[in-house]
């Protein structure tokens, strides 16, 4: 299973928006709407962002969207904050009944 | 509070066996299926294994497939990882996970994570 397509880092100016894509296959990211996103500080485990495409967990801030089109999801974030500033992580379940991760994104604030 | 506690990781050189634990607590560990993700040094996140919350069914990367085993005591509320015929590629950082629920509903996610168990494979 290769792992899904994300861009190696974005940045972008406090309260500017941003989007990470998340390119995969049919068989994983086009196929289910199991497509989660996570952020992870340095030296931290990752935190759940995103869930089933495009729902936020409570405590999430709701700077943070997702969607999906075809086998390319995509995660949104608003307002941008220093604090925004991490590593982001894209993951989707597959049609092998496993999951697969992008290989991460590292978000700088300008 | 959930509370996820990894501990037995270490060096170990190739070829070697390791087995991973993982605590639980805060939750009815019994109810949820439980995940191994495992984070190279300065890389990315990466899926390892699953297991159902009776334990009737496990799921694996093929990357582990047939060298690491999954399994779990619900009654010691303990998530395991059996980890033989290790090989360098296997340094990292494990994770166990929880999947998320929100009421009774329970998604393809991971909700909640431990602080992670560095296992480093050298001779």
């Known amino acids: 299973q290769s792992a899904l397509t994300q861009p190696a880092s974005v940045s972008g100016s406090p309260g500017q928006s941003i989007t990470i894509s998340c390119t995969g296959t049919?068989?994983?990211?086009?196929?289910?709407?199991?497509v989660s996103w996570y952020q992870q500080h340095p030296g931290k485990a990752p935190k759940l962002m995103i869930y089933?495409?495009?729902n936020r967990p409570s405590g999430v801030s709701n700077r943070f969207s997702g969607s999906k089109s075809g086998n390319t999801a995509s995660l949104t974030i608003s307002g941008l904050q220093a604090e925004d500033e991490a590593d982001y992580y894209c993951?989707?379940?597959?049609?092998?009944?496993?999951?697969?991760f992008g290989g991460g994104t590292k978000l700088t604030v300008l | 509070e959930v509370q996820l506690v990894e501990s037995g990781g270490g060096l170990v050189q190739p070829g070697g066996s390791l087995r991973l634990s993982c605590a639980a607590s805060?939750?009815?560990?019994?109810?949820?299926?439980m995940h191994w993700v495992r984070q190279a040094p300065g890389k990315g996140l990466v899926w390892v294994s699953l297991i159902y919350s009776d334990g009737s069914s496990t799921s694996y990367a093929d990357s582990v497939k047939g060298r690491f085993t999954i399994s779990r005591d619900n009654a010691k509320n303990t998530l395991y990882l059996q980890m033989n015929s290790l090989r360098a590629e296997d340094t990292a950082v494990y994770y166990c996970?929880?999947?998320?629920?929100?009421?009774?509903?329970?998604?393809?996610?991971?909700?909640?994570w431990g602080q992670g168990t560095l296992v480093t494979v050298s001779s």
């Open positions: 805060g939750f009815t560990f019994s109810n949820y299926w």
């Open positions: 993951t989707s379940y597959t049609s092998s009944s496993t999951w697969v």
């Open positions: 049919s068989s994983d990211v086009g196929g289910y709407d199991y």
């Open positions: 089933d495409v495009s």
């Open positions: 996970a929880r999947t998320y629920c929100n009421g009774a509903t329970c998604f393809k996610a991971w909700g909640y």
